[in-house]
């Protein structure tokens, strides 16, 4: 687990789902989540998603999410994957986790805070 003061404590994950990018698609495309937190997640995509764009994770243990690209990274020359930053419309703990960190409870007054990723590995 790392720790990010406005974020929550972000936990290292494998998690795939799928990813509907595109409304007008029949089905979701393959993702992998790797880092998660409260407020959204660090996903692993085979093409780069406009930032801004809404998304639709499915496949989640508690069901489906909506979510907004705030960051796409490519992570491979040649552009095989990139690093998708996405954040929750709902803050929560749709990832499952059973016992999460005390830093997780959400204010539910309080706004989204949207997350942002740096390129840079071990940044927290």
């Known amino acids: 687990m790392t ?7 972000r936990i290292n994950c494998e998690m795939p789902v799928g990813l509907r990018v595109d409304s007008f698609l029949t089905s979701a495309e393959k ?6 937190n409260p407020q959204g ?3 692993r995509f085979h093409r780069p998603v406009e930032i801004g764009a809404t998304v639709q994770l499915e496949g989640l243990p ?4 909506t979510a907004r690209v705030v ?21 929560g ?16 007054s309080a706004s989204p805070i949207a997350m942002s990723f740096s390129a840079r590995a071990g940044r927290s």
Do not use: H, Q
């Open 62 to 65: 508690t069901g489906c999410a």
């Open 3 to 9: 720790s990010a003061k406005r974020n929550g404590t």
């Open 71 to 91: 960051n796409c990274v490519s992570v491979m020359e040649g552009g095989k994957f990139w690093l998708l930053g996405l954040a929750l419309d709902e803050p």
């Open 93 to 108: 703990n749709i990832w499952g986790i059973a016992m999460p960190p005390e830093d997780w409870r959400l204010d539910v």
């Open 31 to 36: 993702c992998v989540v790797i880092l998660v």
């Open 41 to 43: 997640c660090a996903a």
